[in-house]
């Protein structure tokens, strides 16, 4: 296959090797990158008992993933439009190998955080890695459809560190199971670099080049309208799916560990379909050419009312809410598919990484804040532990409803800025 070759618009490349050498391999990276992303929901109880933690400290310790993949964000952007997916996936991968291990081996908290911390940043180019090479590799039109599949390759992902992941806890402790977890983690980066074709960028820009587009994104009127809810949106869905769901389910609901890693089973299963749906559903809409912002709208409605049911639910009796979570908090990701063609395919690494770098920074504060407030709330008396958690999650609640009153907000219009796409319009001539 030819390191130039454009695929699948190469005559001599089938479907069928495309998606082999083209989706298999990022949707693998993805379903590995969802398994250290969510494993700490499973094993937080063990990790907390083994080390001493409270909720706070559980909660610190977690979220030195999303503190370490959010500052490499706009690195990441940069050597993705420069490099290419294959090479800069496939290098990170073995970092997170590497990072894997050192959790293993880790005796103190400080150097779990740090591990946790490699981690981040060995996994922090699964997905905005695949979004680029679907822009590469695909039709404009099949983006929202493929990056959904992507996403659903991560559901897989968090099943697979729900039952799996507390079988093996019974047999074993959470040191053999990250040992286990480096081996696939560096097979895939070894099989990404092997038969991902390379697909060199026609024109070599400077550092200068890609920075200042950078800035052009930032200043753009179309991300910020989209943004704010996609961030604060996706990282309340992080903060729960990585850690504090389980916790819910046990603080608040009364499940056992095998009782929680059940449900939180039911809610990964969830995810699969609804990420393929909401694909799907935003490519059709898409064809009808309502405005973005209008369709991201109608996920983030969604996903906010079952966050309300949640909030005001009893407790035991309510756990088929979470599966509906699931269901909703998947659309918070079309944001990426929603945003990426209102700007040149040139862009993309830079666009996706521009919002993910907000989305794990908010990640990373609500994984702290939500430990921080229960703990705060609780105090002695573990009676209250479930009123901590209810209140992060109204005031989360009331930072979205916020996000979404901005987003549906009218504007005169929408100057596209420098970054020079026909997908960038005005509000006056979209609908």
Known sequence: ????????????????????????????????GFIFRTINAIIGADLAADMGLDAAGLGLLTSGYFFAFAIFQLPLGIL????????????LLLVAAAGAILFAAASSVAGLTAARAVIGIGVSGCLMGAIKANVQFWPRERLPLLNGAIMASGGLGALAAALPVEWLLRVSDWRTVFLVLAVPTAAVALLMLWIVPEKTQAERTTLRDLLR?????????VFWRIAPSAFVGQAVFMAYHSLWAGLWMRDVIGLDRAGAAAHLSLFAIAM??????????????????????????????AYLTVQAAIALSPGPGSEPLWVAYSITGTGMVISFSLLTPSFSPAYAGRVNTALNLMVFVAAFL???GIGTLITLLAGDDPSRVPLGHRASLIGLLAVQAACFVWLLWPRRSLNPGATGHSGETSDNHRS
Request: hydrophobic share 50%; charged share 15%; proline share 8%.
């Open 80 to 91: 993705l439009d420069r490099f290419g997916p294959r090479r800069v996936e496939g290098a």
């Open 366 to 368: 609500m994984q702290v």
């Open 213 to 221: 587009g950078l800035g052009q994104i930032y200043r753009s009127p």
């Open 1 to 32: 296959m030819s390191a130039n070759s454009a695929i699948p618009a190469s005559a001599s490349v089938g479907p069928a090797r495309a998606i082999l050498s083209c989706f298999v391999p990022f949707a693998a990276a993805y379903f590995i």
């Open 272 to 301: 699969i379909p609804a990420y393929l749906g909401g694909g799907a559903l935003a490519e059709r809409l898409l064809r009808y050419d309502l405005a973005p912002h209008r369709i991201f709208a109608a996920f983030v409605s």
